[in-house]
């Protein structure tokens, strides 16, 4: 079973059109969610870091979300250079030394 | 200029060669991971370390090996036991609840 499910595999969006990505995760104990953009041939990109349900963190045009069971990205009039693939994982208190990655949503902004 | 290098960026292996990846920090963080990601997948555990001398296998360690003598090195090597190498490989470092990536290796067997 899946540890970390993101959704959708895909998007599309026109220039200005907000949206948001899912990433559910399945085991309790959580102690860190995290948010990263990764741009073709390229390593991934820190975003952000969510601890608790309710936490909120912002950054330009994203901004991510937390509940006890997953976690939004919402993208606010999202721009072409926002085009990425964003990778959700977590990390559970029971073994901190792994991270646990989703497979990713990617995203295409057409101007 | 801190960070985490990865070399070299692109690597082709012929069947039933070992290959080596490198990847140095100098991030001063006593954790190091090593990645595969593969198209549609999301990243894949192969190995992680701690502490100097000391690592763990991830999910995925069939194939492959790794040493951690110092602090800002975590080599990982491909061997001819890992029947599918084909795949972007990705070095972290992880300081508390962050990990920080490099840039990546793409391992091609010709």
């Known amino acids: 079973e899946d540890q970390v499910t993101q959704s959708p595999e895909a998007l599309r969006l026109q220039e200005g059109e907000s949206s948001s990505l899912n990433c559910s995760y399945t085991v309790s104990g959580l102690r860190g969610l995290f948010w990263y953009r990764q741009d073709p041939g390229k390593g991934p990109e820190f975003l952000f870091t969510l601890y608790s349900a309710g936490e909120e963190k912002e950054k330009e045009r994203l901004k991510a979300t937390l509940t006890k069971k997953e976690s939004f990205l919402h993208i606010t009039a999202p721009k072409p250079e926002d085009s990425a693939t964003y990778l959700c994982?977590?990390?559970?208190?029971?073994?901190?030394?792994?991270?646990?990655f989703g497979s990713g949503t990617k995203l295409n902004v057409k101007p | 200029d801190g960070g985490i290098t990865q070399s070299p960026k692109y690597l082709f292996r012929k069947e039933g060669q070992n290959v080596t990846l490198s990847c140095e920090q100098n991030?001063?963080?006593?954790?190091m991971y090593w990645y595969r990601q593969d198209p549609g997948q999301g990243l894949r555990l192969i190995y992680y370390?701690?502490?100097?001398?000391?690592?763990q296998k991830g999910d995925i360690a069939e194939g492959y090996s790794v040493s951690r003598e110092k602090k800002e090195s975590f080599p990982l090597t491909v061997t001819s036991a890992q029947k599918n190498p084909t795949a972007f490989y990705l070095c972290?470092?992880?300081?508390?609840?962050?990990?920080?990536f490099g840039q990546g290796t793409r391992l091609t067997v010709v």
């Open positions: 991030l001063n963080h006593d954790a």
């Open positions: 972290a470092t992880g300081e508390g609840t962050e990990a920080f």
């Open positions: 994982a977590v990390q559970y208190n029971v073994d901190f030394n792994k991270f646990y």
């Open positions: 370390s701690q502490i100097v001398n000391d690592f």
